[in-house]
Nanobody, 116 residues
């Protein structure tokens, strides 16, 4: 599975961005996809996830501001980010889990910078 993120950039505090992740390859057996982020000097953290059944989970820091979604065939994953804060500045990574093959995959990341 190959994952390619896009949509990052520079935005002012309070603004919005929409990240996209294009998935290709053996995507039919993906169980869960998620967005993670890593800020400078910090560990990578889970931002939001979505299962094959459409169940979503969010970190407390983004709940109510970010929305994760995907298309039915798993070849696209999105993260709508509203009311952005400077604390949201990080590299955002797309992640996919495949329990059938005991594998997981990462994209190369896309930078999001929120200026105050």
């Amino acid at each position: 599975v190959q994952l390619v993120e896009s949509g990052g950039g520079l935005v002012q505090s309070g603004g919005s961005l929409r990240l996209s992740c294009a998935a290709s390859g053996r995507i039919f057996s993906i169980d869960v996809m998620a967005w993670y982020r890593q800020a400078p000097g910090k560990q990578r953290e889970l931002v939001a996830s979505i299962t094959e059944y459409g169940e979503t989970e969010y970190s407390d820091s983004v709940k109510g501001r970010f929305t994760i979604s995907r298309n039915y065939t798993w070849n696209s994953l999105y993260l709508q980010m509203n009311s952005l804060k400077s604390d949201d500045t990080a590299v955002y990574y797309c992640h996919a889990e495949d329990s059938r093959y005991s594998a997981d995959y990462w994209g190369q990341g896309t930078q999001v910078t929120v200026s105050s």
